[in-house]
């Protein structure tokens, strides 16, 4: 039982921190994505448009992916930023293109179109699921 009290004694700090610099690096990069986007997302879900809402949960769980594999494999708080930093930027790049060559359905999101926002959210999920699995090697 000591071995445990001490393990935890040790062991929690480190994963509090780490889980604080996560959550951090996560929603430092909504806050850029939601910059970057061609449109007010978070607007448009404050005003009931379902397509920017299914668009932005999935942007935050393409986001979360890679963060939580970074964060998975690193071994401190260096690696996690390091990774996770690499993780957001490459994401976010891409988040770019997508948006660049897949010009028409910013526009069909904002005008509510449900079937324009699960597939932006299935192709940036499926960018991040390659971009998790790179980092976690």
Request: hydrophobic residues 65%.
């Amino acid at each position: 039982m000591d071995a445990m009290m001490a393990s935890l004694g040790s062991g929690l700090p480190v994963l509090i921190l780490h889980f604080a610099v996560t959550l951090t690096m996560l929603i430092a990069g909504v806050v850029i994505y939601e910059w970057i986007t061609p449109y007010p997302e978070l607007k448009l879900v404050r005003e009931g448009n379902t397509a920017a809402a299914i668009a932005l949960s999935g942007a935050i769980l393409s986001l979360a992916i890679p963060l939580a594999f970074s964060m998975a494999v690193s071994v401190s708080v260096l690696d996690i930023l390091v990774w996770g930093g690499v993780t957001i930027i490459i994401l976010l790049v891409v988040y770019r293109v997508i948006d660049f060559l897949l010009k028409d359905l910013p526009a069909r999101i904002v005008d509510g179109e449900i079937g324009a926002a699960i597939l932006l959210s299935a192709v940036k999920l499926s960018v991040a699921a390659i971009t998790a699995a790179a980092v976690s090697g």
